[in-house]
């Protein structure tokens, strides 16, 4: 055999080798190529009147980023699956579906904690595919392992508690009874709440869980009756138990004021309520950055509003979108050691409204610190620093009086 056969054989095999370490960098950074990312949220269950804008914040990151023409990639596609917040089967096959017949290159979500925690530990790890949620904020997410995976817009509920206890006090309420959903949620905020105001010279005088999807709550209410404090405390969903609790208290006389947590926050609670839910309070995450006043005149422009979660998802979308964009790969583990990077500083500041230019920027090799419509940045192993809104029933309507 000659030397150039000889040479043109190695060749060959050196080319085989590089594309099979390369193949998934090829395939998935061709403008030919459509791309699908899942967005998993509870469109039905106990949060399902918040899901629907949610959902289309996402989508309106998708859309941004396909009407610039500047992604690595031909098109981003938006597939909607269903978590249900609470089911964590269900959550888990929904994902399952959007990874094995959408093949979703990541996940956008999921909503409630622990169907995220199950997505992550059965689905999204076994699989090697990115999450990132806007809304799941259970501490426990914190310490889980994820093989760097999973990442949230929205901050812990170890800084949530911090912000009620300290609310709590400020105006006056020195003792507290307090219920909670069932859940890895539930739990861990009243953990969080009870811990951080009691440290701080507050007392609870009753914690307890409550289930959701109940009929009658009369039992619930007794015990929270019984136990008395300045404010009832009601770390639930405000479609479903955390709004039963509170109508049983209203009915039995118990409890005039309530402190409402995030899962508690949006038009549909004090509509079902009425006025008697005028005058209590709240915390949900939420920031007066620039980036948030750009967001809600985009979401009004799109016909939807920028209420709960709604700019958590709209960043959790372009975070993944531009980390894909600084990787030059749609393969999420590719891209996952990315998403810190365009995050944070340094770089150009990119704010709603924006992809294109980041986009621009990052195909150009330079630096981008994605702000996005919460302020974003990106601590510890993946999730929002924070910032949350003070709510206040005024009205029958869901105001915002001031910002932690």
Not at 288 to 310: R, V
């Amino acid at each position: 055999m000659s030397n150039k056969s000889i040479l043109a054989i190695i060749l060959i095999i050196v080319a085989g080798v590089v594309y099979y370490f390369t193949k998934d960098k090829i395939d998935t950074a061709t403008k030919d190529e459509s791309i699908k990312l899942g967005i998993i949220y509870g469109y039905t269950g106990p949060i399902e009147s918040l899901t629907p804008d949610m959902a289309k914040a996402a989508e309106l990151a998708i859309t941004e980023v396909n009407n610039s023409g500047n992604f690595i990639a031909k098109k981003v596609e938006g597939v909607r699956a269903d978590s249900t917040c609470v089911d964590a089967a269900a959550a888990t096959s929904a994902a399952e579906r959007l990874i094995t017949s959408d093949k979703i290159k990541a996940i956008v979500g999921a909503d409630c904690s622990g169907v995220t925690t199950a997505i992550l530990q059965n689905v999204a790890m076994a699989n090697g595919v990115v999450m990132i949620s806007p809304s799941a904020t259970s501490p426990a997410l914190s310490d889980l392992p994820d093989n760097d995976l999973f990442f949230r817009t929205a901050p812990s509920d170890a800084r949530q508690g911090v912000i009620i206890a300290e609310l709590l006090l400020q105006k006056g309420f020195k003792t507290a009874a307090m219920t909670y959903t069932n859940n890895d949620y539930g739990k861990g905020l009243a953990d969080s709440i009870q811990k951080n105001y009691e440290s701080r010279g507050g007392k609870i005088t009753i914690s307890a869980s409550h289930e959701d999807g109940k009929g009658d709550y009369g039992a619930e209410a007794g015990a929270l009756a019984q136990a008395g404090g300045d404010i009832l405390i009601v770390a639930g969903y405000l479609d479903k138990g955390g709004k039963g609790v509170i109508q049983a208290s209203l009915d039995a006389g118990s409890f005039k004021t309530f402190f409402l947590p995030d899962g508690m926050i949006g038009d549909s609670l004090p509509t079902a309520i009425g006025d008697d839910l005028n005058g209590s309070i709240g915390t949900v995450p939420g920031t007066d950055s620039p980036g948030a006043t750009k967001f809600n005149e985009i979401a009004k422009s799109n016909n939807f509003k920028a209420g709960p979660y709604t700019k958590e998802s709209y960043d959790s979308a372009a975070l993944i979108i531009l980390a894909m964009q600084a990787a030059n790969s749609t393969n999420s583990n590719d891209f996952k050691s990315k998403v810190m990077d365009v995050a944070n500083a340094p770089g150009e500041k990119i704010f709603p409204g924006e992809l294109a230019k980041g986009l621009k920027l990052l195909s150009e090799g330079k630096e981008i610190d994605y702000v996005g419509a919460s302020a974003v940045e990106l601590i510890g192993g993946g999730e929002s620093a924070g910032n949350f809104a003070e709510i206040l029933i005024d009205n029958q309507k869901v105001t915002t009086v001031g910002y932690k």
